[in-house]
């Protein structure tokens, strides 16, 4: 039986707190971070968005009851009760293919431990693509000892299916950055060449990762090999003085900079045009060019 991740636990706030939000540039809710909130020193400093959960003892027991719940909810079959009644409305060879795709599917992630995947710790970040129009987007999680190695082969093998699926040029390419091993999807064709979109799977021990975009990938391999040639959100001014303000946490922290989203929402109408030239010239000859944001 799969074994799920059971239900963290995250910052609650009330509608006041989300408007604080909207109004005050750099808002965290968080205090001084305790040793646990290890993966933030390997986050960007440019990040306009974080949540990072650490392993809190005191809440086993809350996190054991949902992973019951969760084995209940597969034990009872309802997942295969839908998905029979949605392949019933379906054509014989349409049924017959899209069955193959789900027990494929199925197998894939069935494949990762997810519950050992986050177990001590998972962070999530997004920031402004430095390259192109659009956003990066950074995931990193430090699971139980020893547990990296088979969830970077079961996470890697989602990677190859999602190449092929994606078929013509794009391809899987392998390669060591710094100690660390790396396993990429370059896209070469279409809009998302147009962004400069690539999805870069990594992993360091049992740190793993997930990057969009070469330049994000870049980043965050500098910081953990301690060679870093920027700063990281840890070592951020703003990040520091946001998390002073508020109690010490102790399972999760939510980080939003409005500050920096609206300048950097401003830098990206500015790219617009830009790109847009960009992309005709790549294009030129064809009738008409399109930019997808």
């Keep these: 039986m799969t074994r ?5 636990s995250m910052c609650r706030t ?15 809710l968080a205090g001084d971070l305790p040793k646990e909130f290890s993966l933030g020193a390997y986050v960007p400093e440019d990040v ?26 597969q034990a009872s079959g309802v997942v295969g009760d839908f ?5 019933s409305s379906m054509e ?26 986050t177990a001590r710790e998972y962070v999530f970040a997004e920031r402004m693509a430095s390259c192109c129009v659009g956003y990066e987007y950074i995931f990193l999680t430090r699971g139980t000892a020893g547990s990296g190695e088979s969830n970077f082969a079961a996470l890697s093998a989602i990677l190859d299916e999602i190449a092929s699926l994606a078929g013509g040029d794009v391809q899987v390419a392998e390669m060591n950055l710094g100690g660390m091993m790396v396993r990429s999807i370059p896209f070469r064709s279409g809009k998302l060449e147009d962004l400069g979109f690539s999805i870069e799977l990594f992993r360091q021990g049992d740190v793993l990762g997930v990057a969009t ?7 965050v391999a500098g910081l953990l090999s301690g060679k870093p040639q920027i700063k990281s959100i840890t070592q ?38 830009q790109k847009r ?11 008409e060019a399109t930019i997808a944001i």
């Design 83 to 87: 998905t029979s009644m949605l392949l």
């Design 236 to 273: 951020s001014k703003r990040f520091a003085s946001a998390i002073s303000k508020v109690p010490t946490p102790r399972d999760s922290i939510t980080y939003f900079d409005v500050k920096r989203f609206v300048g950097n929402f401003g830098s990206m109408l500015d790219k617009i045009p």
């Design 4 to 8: 799920f991740p059971a239900k963290r």
């Design 213 to 219: 975009g070469q330049k994000a990938l870049t980043d």
């Design 14 to 28: 009330t509608p006041t707190a989300f408007l604080l939000l909207a109004l005050l540039p750099g808002v965290c």
């Design 92 to 117: 014989a060879d349409d049924a017959s293919d899209a069955r193959e795709g789900i027990e494929k599917a199925t197998k894939l992630i069935q494949a990762v431990d997810w519950s050992a995947l």
């Design 48 to 73: 306009m968005f974080l949540v990072h959960h650490a392993r809190n003892p005191e809440r086993e027991w809350i996190d054991d009851a949902w992973g019951e719940v969760f084995e209940a909810a």
């Design 277 to 287: 030239r960009q992309v005709e010239n790549r294009h030129d000859g064809e009738s």
